[in-house]
């Protein structure tokens, strides 16, 4: 079992910035895939950004311009940058593990971190 904890963020105006971190129970080198979602307001799940611990990455295709998935391995988080935020970022943003590749339905949530984005 992994437990995730994400932290980071807050309310921030047009344009600006946030780093969120999801902080994971095991060493981060040792879980297969983590993934940051977001739920907006009256909106369903979304993917935001995955990151393989093979080190390959995914972005939402809308997001990918403005968003970043990385490690931080010295403090073992996967962070998400996020930079030029708009009023539709708004979401509780979630972070999620999975441990094992070929367990696809092995894996752990966060509570989240809301970001809200106004003017």
């Not at 994971?24 to 297969?32: C, F, G, R």
């Not at 995955?50 to 962070?79: A, E, P, W």
């Amino acid at each position: 079992q992994v437990h995730v904890v994400e932290s980071g963020g807050g309310l921030v105006q047009p344009g600006g910035s946030l780093r969120l971190s999801c902080s994971a129970s095991t060493s981060i080198a040792d879980i297969y895939e983590m993934d940051w979602y977001r739920r907006g307001p009256g909106k369903g799940l979304e993917l935001v950004a995955t990151i393989y611990n093979k080190g390959t990455t995914y972005h939402t295709g809308s997001l990918k311009d403005r968003f970043r998935i990385s490690y931080d391995y010295s403090r073992n988080t996967v962070d998400l940058q996020m930079n030029n935020l708009k009023v539709e970022d708004t979401a509780l943003y979630l972070c999620r593990a999975r441990p094992y590749e070929r367990a696809h339905d092995d894996v752990y949530w966060g509570q989240g971190t809301q970001v809200t984005v106004s003017p």
